[in-house]
Structures are given as structure tokens and as C-alpha cells.
């Protein structure tokens, strides 16, 4: 019933699921041809992306942050320890820089205060104006694990992965995710039809970053702001 | 099975994954194998290819050959190189002057630096990847792919991925 599903040419049925991604095309628009640039993955290794980020003379650091914290013991996972995890996760070199940040949905499957715990810790090694793309979903339930987002073209991304089952979806909103990233703000958001808004946050127009001697970097993990509600 | 040499020369093990090419020279060798009761600790340095099944601990050095590391080998080394491939547990910075491969079955952890760098789907990888691409002689690589191309990891100087397919937002 080509009326019912919106007169689809059957063609564009059988394509994979896919995304426009207008803050991917900003974000590898903010590197500057020719000079060599380091690229921050927090998903899991793609060769496809490393390829496409290579072409464009990115030394490409992948984080794998889901899988990296699902293995880790319960303990460590908690609140008060999520500083010394990241110190360990993502240990930074003396001045690495970053030039670009691709967190894809990873936030989606972390706890706030672990993504301003990660944050606060990377801001740091982000230059002003460094770009981040974030994705976020808006749905009520989400895959149970990230999706992997393969680079197809500057503006295109293919999406792979089981989307069963599912666990509900935290439903960042930009306020939710402006606070968890101090020292970023949104420079672009645009709610895609499948459901994902796209962000485009860059470092250096925001607060700074605020961390107390001994805390976890970052907001508060016990800072009662997030609150959910039916949309 | 049949007409089987008693002499034949020993191969490396069946199901070691991932395993490279001999390293092409005017003399052609068997690999040299650590198997998987093995473990070595210290630096391994030779002129021949060399699968590991077993433990290894230190630096393995070998700039003119492959290395392989085998589903089941672990290595927590700096490795250095012609090509390496890795289907088991590597702790440490990979370079080679021709390619690194890791396995879906690999738990790599480390960074990696060669021309072509090949990383399969469902690898555990944490690291960076630093291909150094020198534009060959005769073709100049573009820096952006929106400018019609690039160095990638299967070739040197290829166009940047063209959209499989238009997709949908």
C-alpha cells in the first residue's frame, strides 16, 4: 500500500537505514585541509571511519567507551570512583589535543554524572571551538546496546546494529545535555525523522568546567537535575 | 591425507586466524611458531615470520617480517614489524612498514601506526591509528574528501567513501 507508507519508491524502501547528518558535515568542515588533526571516537572501532577520518589526515583515537564500560566491575562503575575509571579508560598524554569529538548515541547509555565526568576530564584537551557530535535519541526505548554509525560521506551515515531488544530511552534534552558538558555549548540541533536529534556542541562557549579538589570532574553525580516525565 | 611426507616441514597450527603472507623475499621461509604452552619474556628479534599462539612479554622486533598473533596468543609487547595481524590479545604499540590487521576476534589495546590499517568488525580495539600515507610518486592525495578524495587504508591514494546509498533521516 505505497499510499499508507507515504508513496516510497520501492527502491528507497530497500535501502539500509541511514542518516543525514548535517553536523557531521559541520564537524569535518571545522578541519582545516591539509594539517594534521587528532579525532576522538568514543564508539566502538570501524575500519570504514578510521578510513574516511585518515583521508583527511586525522590521527584517529577510538575510545569504545559502551563496551569498555560494561566489562568493568560494578565497583568501579560507581559515582565516587567514575574519575579514577576514566583515568583509566581514556588515559590522555601530556597535551594531547583533540580537534574533533564523535560521541555518536554513546551518552544515551551512560549515567549523567559519568558523561560530566568525561567531559570535564576532555574539555581540557579540547581547543576552543573543537566540535563534538552528539546524538541523542528522543524515543521512549533505545537498542540495548549503541548502534555503530558507519561515516558513508560527509553528510551520510549508515546505521548498523540489532535494534532488539530495547531499554528505555534516558531521553536527553539540550538543557540535560548542556549541563552534563560544561565548557561546550549547542551550536547546532536538529531532530532528525528517525527520532535522533543531532547536536553539534563546540568547546569554549560555555562555563568552564568547575572541579573540586579530590571530586570526580565535572557536576555533582548526586546533583538531583535530571528528572524524567512523560513527554 | 594420502602420500603424506614422514619430513614434511612443520606448519604452524590450523585455526591460527588472521595468519599473514610470508613476507615476500628471494628465500621462501616457514614461520617460526611460539605455541600456545609458551611464554616468553624479553625481546624477540629474528629473520623470519613468526606466529604466536603462546605468551609473549617485552619487544618483538622483527622490521622485515609478519608477525601474527593467533586466536588464542598474548602478547604484551611493543611490536615493530613489516605486517602484523592480530586475532588474540595484544597489549601494546603496533608499527609496521606495510599493514596491520586486527581480527573480530582480536582484544587490542594499543596503538597502531602503518599505511594500511585494516580493523574488522567487533574488534575490541582502545588505541589510535596513525596511517602514515606519503602520496606515491605521481599522484597527489587531496587533503579533504569532500574535495574529491583521499589517502585510505586499502590504497594509498583512493577516493573517500562514495554514499552507498542515499539514506533517509
Known sequence: ?231 | MWNKREDEPVRPPSGTQGTLPPASGSERREAAGIGPSITITGDVTGDEDLTILGRVEGKIDLPKHSVTIGQGGRVKADIHAKAVSVAGEVHGNLVASEQIVIRKTATMLGNLTAPRVGLEDGCSFRGSVEMETPPPKGRVAPASPQAGGGATAASPAVAAPKPESAPRS
Request: aromatic share 6%.
Open chain 1, 1 to 231: 500500500m505505497a499510499w499508507f507508507s507515504g508513496s516510497r519508491d520501492p527502491a528507497e524502501e530497500a535501502r539500509p537505514p541511514g542518516l543525514r547528518c548535517q553536523a557531521l558535515k559541520e564537524l569535518l568542515g571545522a578541519l582545516r585541509p591539509g594539517a594534521r588533526h587528532a579525532v576522538l571516537d568514543l564508539g566502538p572501532a570501524l575500519s570504514a571511519n578510521v578510513r574516511f577520518l585518515s583521508a583527511l589526515s586525522c590521527r584517529v583515537r577510538i575510545a569504545d567507551l559502551h563496551r569498555s564500560l560494561s566489562v568493568e566491575p560494578v565497583e568501579s562503575r560507581r559515582p565516587e570512583a567514575v574519575g579514577a575509571l576514566f583515568d583509566r579508560l581514556l588515559p590522555l598524554a601530556a597535551g594531547e589535543r583533540f580537534d574533533a569529538l564523535l560521541a555518536w548515541d554513546v551518552f544515551d547509555y551512560m549515567r549523567p554524572d559519568q558523561v560530566s565526568a568525561l567531559m570535564g576530564r576532555l574539555a581540557p584537551a579540547c581547543p576552543p571551538e573543537t566540535p563534538v557530535l552528539v546524538l541523542a535519541s528522543t524515543g521512549r526505548t533505545i537498542p540495548a546496546t549503541p548502534l555503530r554509525y558507519r561515516i558513508l560521506d560527509p553528510e551520510n551515515l549508515a546505521c548498523e546494529g540489532s535494534r532488539e531488544p530495547t531499554r528505555p530511552c534516558p531521553r536527553h534534552t539540550q538543557p540535560d545535555l548542556a549541563r552534563m558538558m560544561a565548557g561546550f555549548s549547542v551550536r547546532r540541533s536538529v531532530l532528525l525523522r528517525s527520532g535522533l536529534q543531532e547536536y553539534l556542541f563546540v568547546r569554549g562557549e560555555g562555563k568552564e568546567p568547575a572541579r573540586a579538589a579530590g571530586a570526580p570532574r565535572g557536576a555533582s553525580p548526586r546533583a538531583p537535575w535530571f528528572r524524567r516525565g512523560p513527554r
